[in-house]
Nanobody
């Protein structure tokens, strides 16, 4: 089993920044992909960004140029640097990790962008 612990959410004003972290622990043989999803109230969960084991990144159009994903392989941790935050970025952010063919989800961390 793999456990994911997210941190870094909170309340921020529009234009501000936050950094999310997600640390994976447990029985980890090989992480293929790590990523961040979000779910706003009344909306479906959507992909924000992910990164492959080789470092290839993928971003939703809505966050390109503002969000940056990175990872520390030694710590099995993925980060999400969020800059120039907008009210529409308000959502619960979930970390997802793919280990071989199995996806594991974190419990989510709330990000609220409001003045």
């Amino acid at each position: 089993q793999v456990q994911l612990v997210e941190s870094g959410g909170g309340l921020v004003e529009p234009g501000g920044s936050l950094r999310l972290s997600c640390a994976a622990s447990g029985t980890i043989f090989s992480i293929n992909r790590m990523g961040w999803y979000r779910q706003a109230p009344g909306k479906e969960r959507e992909l924000v960004t992910d990164i492959t084991n080789g470092g290839t990144t993928n971003y939703a159009d809505s966050v390109k140029g503002r969000f940056t994903i990175s990872k520390d392989n030694a710590k099995n941790t993925v980060y999400l640097q969020m800059n120039s935050l907008k009210p529409e970025d308000t959502a619960v952010y979930y970390c997802k990790v793919r280990v071989i063919l199995t996806d594991y989800w974190g419990k989510g961390t709330l990000v609220t962008v409001s003045s």
